[in-house]
């Protein structure tokens, strides 16, 4: 009786292993990914490391469905972008709560040009802010890592006809409001 | 905003977003990850070790000697109830079981050896009637007590019973059901009922 639960155990065991060893390439594949799409919501390193972090535990309680490298990469963006999401809400809340002058403002970018640097900055995030939710995230994911209309349709979920139609709309929308 | 302008924001958002993580968030997530790895490890174990011992269990349970009827007879017989209850018994009561041959055979060869022990058996008295009896006893046995005239009562007992007076039963008088005179909501012949 022992011994077939140990032999149980340890098939068990070993596939959680290689599940392990697997999700260990998903991560060097996509750690980056997460990061920036978390980055391009919370804009504070931390935060975004701490949104990446907390979407890649839930992958990896997910992972046996989502083994197929695309699939896990959309379901990583979207999720990620979903927790960063919720995670600046939460923010927000908390700094009205406490009243605080402090505004969610992208790292400080020290530099020669400090004062223009962070002008052009906050007016380009504040654009990307005042976009709709998918429109947001097709014009972020197309800026990071050159991400093709291709790659954009596949990690959104959506047709590639929709995405180019996205892009052109965020663009515009983006222009009107940088004007 | 010309189409030229629009990239260069395109250029400077790509700009914006080509931040780097810490190197130690890789490090920070795979000690997540072992985390939850280690949790989801130590399932497998705890299910191989709950799953032994429910086999163990019912294992156990299949194998536990079963009582025997005999030994269910003996327990209700153990429990006897008594002889003024059993009179009282529902007639749909169940009857009991007829006891087993050997328990009857013990219990009547213990019954036999009490009575070899004990020739005279035992007869329990009231503490209140006992000095009576211990003189009817002494009077009968020297002859100051007729025995006959116990049987026939005592000669003012029987004439402090007096005749019962007679009872007189009124006859009974039933009304009349004429429904007219009842005053009943159905006074008018009708049943009371709408159709």
Redesign the interface.
Known sequence: ??E???R??GV??TA?DDL?RE??AR??DS??LA??VA??VVRQ?QD??DV??EA??RA??RFRQLRDRQAFRAWLVRMTWRLALDHRRAAKRRLTREDASVQLR?DVVHGESVAIEQE??AR??AA?DALPDRLRLV??L???E?HSIHDIAALVGAPEGTIKSRLFDA?EK??EL?? | ?SDDH?DD??K???A???????PE??A???A???K??AR??AW??W???G??TA??VVLTVAAWPRRSPIAAQVTATRTPEPAASSSRMSPIAAPAPAPDRQIVKAATSRIARALRQHPAPEVLVPPGQAEALRTLLAGLSDGTIDPGSLATPPPDAAAALAPAPEIVIPPIVIPSMDARTAGTPGGDGSTGIRD
């Open positions: 009786m022992n077939i639960a140990d149980l155990a068990l065991v959680e392990a999700f260990e991560l060097a750690a980056k990061f920036r980055y391009s390193r975004a490391e990446a972090q890649f535990a990896y309680r992208p052009r900055s380009l995030w990307i014009i972020v197309g800026a990071i050159g663009r983006l222009k940088l004007q | 905003m629009m924001v395109l400077g958002l790509e914006a977003l080509a931040v780097e993580p810490s968030f890789a920070r997530v795979r997540r990850v072992s939850e790895s989801r490890r497998p174990a299910a191989a070790v799953l032994a086999a163990v």
